[in-house]
């Protein structure tokens, strides 16, 4: 199986402030995906990563908010702007490793905001 | 649009019992369907996926799904549980998959 890693694993952050997850993929792989846990929840998709081009953000998620990165074909960033206490979640990304027909996902960032 | 219904927020079972939990989609065409586990405070693994061909999957630590398109669902199963199976478990479809909301697994003594 695919190896995906994220950094940092947990962060405590204030209010107003930023921070940047980052993604690595053992592999090359054509397209990377960013989801959210809120507390609680189930996973929800933020946006679609795909090297070379814009992400593509799912309704309710905006690229000002949630810039992303993606200079190459293993690695991706997300960027939490402007932190509010609601963004406190798990971010987690994930890729579909070619010829496996899976997604595979990293261990996730867990964000505390104050 | 796609969806994944799972009816059962939380479960709790004795170890050693046997196991199902529940997932209902809503999908245009023949699903990709998965089973992902999620231990506490790790990232999501997935137990097993059905693409086409035979209806019964056989998945990683003794679990199984039946895909039935009658009743679209995709319940997972397993005939034993052990204490390590406690952990949130999410059922999820299509290419790009859209989760059910997880169901809790719960293993008591």
């Known amino acids: 199986s695919a190896v995906i890693s994220q950094k940092p694993s947990r962060d405590i952050c204030q209010r107003g402030t930023s921070l940047t997850i980052q993604c690595q993929v053992d592999s090359q792989v054509t397209m990377m995906f960013w989801y959210r846990q809120q507390p609680g929840q189930s996973l929800t998709l933020i946006a679609t990563?795909?090297?070379?081009?814009?992400?593509?953000?799912e309704s309710g998620f905006v690229i000002d908010k949630f810039p992303i990165s993606r200079p190459n074909l293993t690695f991706s960033t997300l960027t939490v702007s402007n932190m509010s206490p609601e963004d406190s979640s798990i971010y987690l990304c994930?890729?579909?490793?070619?010829?496996?027909?899976?997604?595979?996902f990293g261990p996730g960032t867990r964000l505390t905001v104050l | 649009a796609q969806s994944v219904t799972q009816p059962d927020i939380h479960i709790t079972v004795s170890e050693g019992a046997s196991l199902e939990l529940r997932c209902n989609y809503s999908?245009?065409?023949?699903?990709?369907l998965f089973w992902y586990v999620q231990s506490p405070g790790q990232g999501l693994q997935l137990l097993l996926k059905y693409f086409s061909g035979d209806t019964l999957v056989q998945g990683i630590k003794g679990f199984e799904a039946e895909f039935k398109r009658s009743q679209s669902s995709f319940n997972l199963r397993k005939p034993s549980v052990h204490w390590s199976d406690a952990a949130e478990y999410f059922c999820a479809v299509g290419d790009e998959l859209t989760f059910g909301t997880g169901t809790r697994l719960t293993i008591i003594p």
């Open positions: 999908y245009g065409a023949t699903p990709y």
């Open positions: 994930s890729a579909p490793i070619e010829n496996t027909d899976t997604q595979y």
């Open positions: 990563a795909n090297q070379g081009s814009e992400a593509t953000y």
